[in-house]
């Protein structure tokens, strides 16, 4: 199993950014996908989650500017955000979670860097 994350960087206050994990290794299909993310000296926090049915759910915080999706052909779950605020600096992780068995898989992780 692998979730390989990719498209962090450094962006400006209010900028945008878009975040992607592909997986191997699991029938993609059967997994609930989420983002979570770190900041230093924080604990890890989900930001955003979506089912396998495509239902979303978001941290309040993020709702409004952060949007998840899923492409089940590929196998890929995208994070695009929006009206980026220095907050949100963190290393953002994806997570597979199984519908059936609740196994859970993590990414290595991505860095935003929201700064002027």
């Known amino acids: 199993v692998e979730l390989v994350e990719s498209g962090g960087g450094l962006v400006q206050p209010g900028g945008s950014i878009n975040i992607s994990c592909v997986t191997s290794g699991i029938n993609f299909r059967d997994y609930h996908m989420a983002w979570y993310r770190q900041a230093p000296g924080k604990q890890r926090e989900r930001v955003a989650r979506?089912?396998?049915?495509?239902?979303?759910e978001y941290v309040y915080f993020v709702r409004g500017r952060f949007t998840i999706s899923r492409d089940n052909f590929k196998a890929t779950t995208t994070l695009q955000m929006i009206l980026l605020r220095p907050e949100d600096t963190a290393v953002y992780y994806c997570?597979?979670?199984?519908?059936?068995?609740?196994?859970?898989?993590w990414g290595q992780g991505t860095q935003v860097t929201v700064s002027s």
């Open positions: 979506i089912f396998t049915n495509g239902f979303q």
């Open positions: 997570n597979a979670e199984d519908l059936h068995d609740r196994a859970n898989y």
